[in-house]
């Protein structure tokens, strides 16, 4: 019997260890991005899947900040779409369409982000109401047509929400109200905010690495070398 335990533990053990290793994050390949090491970033209006059509347009107006503060040039976005339109491309799908020497050649930056819009807006599910905002992103040389960076990021109300308490009625109540303030405020422009500076944040694992203007760039480069 005793044997028996033995091996039975070995066994117990050997998952534990196999589940352990598999669950570890692997370095994040940040090669492509020093070789090219961008220091001006030309933001193009979000593609938009989500049902909502202000999605695209209220993700861009805050992705200037984050990439800013991560120490990068951004062309102004509201001029950036102008000249888009100027050259004939009225949306989001045609603009990202665009060939990156041509966006060089019209732009001069040194690279190009593409972001998709999946989730934005409110839902209301009976007991919860909820207004989450999701994007991925992916940072593209201009000059050299390497993909620098992907990632994704998601925010939402609910992370904050706490319906234990007041029972079945209290948490319908609650979610009547929270539908209610999230229509009438417009949250989702809010959590927009939230799920961007995620989205383009230096500090979180697998994030943009910091631009030449950043107090942490030399930090940075020696970090992932």
């Known amino acids: 019997m005793r044997l028996k335990s033995f091996k039975t533990y070995l066994v117990l ?53 984050p990439l800013a503060e991560a120490g990068y040039y951004v062309l ?40 998709e819009v999946s989730r934005y807006g409110s839902s209301y599910k009976v007991i919860t109401s909820e207004v989450a905002v999701e994007a991925s992103g992916k940072l593209v040389d201009l000059r050299s047509g390497d ?16 319906n234990s308490g007041g029972g079945l009625v209290g948490m319908l109540i609650s979610a009547a109200v929270n539908q209610v303030l999230n229509s009438l405020t417009d949250r989702s422009h809010e959590v927009a905010g939230i799920a961007s500076s995620r989205l383009l944040s230096t500090q979180r694992y697998g994030g943009i690495l910091s631009g030449p203007r950043s107090p942490l760039y030399k930090q940075a480069q020696l970090a992932h070398r």
Request: hydrophobic share 40%.
């Open 76 to 115: 102004p976005v509201a001029v950036v779409d102008e000249t888009f339109k100027q050259n004939g491309l009225m949306n989001a799908d045609e603009m990202h369409m665009a060939p990156p020497a041509k966006l060089r050649e019209i732009f001069g930056a040194d690279a190009a982000l593409y972001i």
């Open 13 to 65: 053990a050997s998952i534990v260890l196999t589940t352990g290793c598999a669950t570890q994050q692997t370095p994040y390949d940040y090669s492509a991005f020093e070789r090219n090491n961008p220091a001006s970033i030309l933001v193009l209006p979000p593609v938009n899947t989500s049902p909502d059509v202000k999605a695209s347009y209220s993700v861009l107006s805050h992705v200037t900040a």
């Open 147 to 162: 993909v620098l960076w992907e990632g994704s990021a998601l925010a939402s109300t609910a992370e904050n929400q706490n």
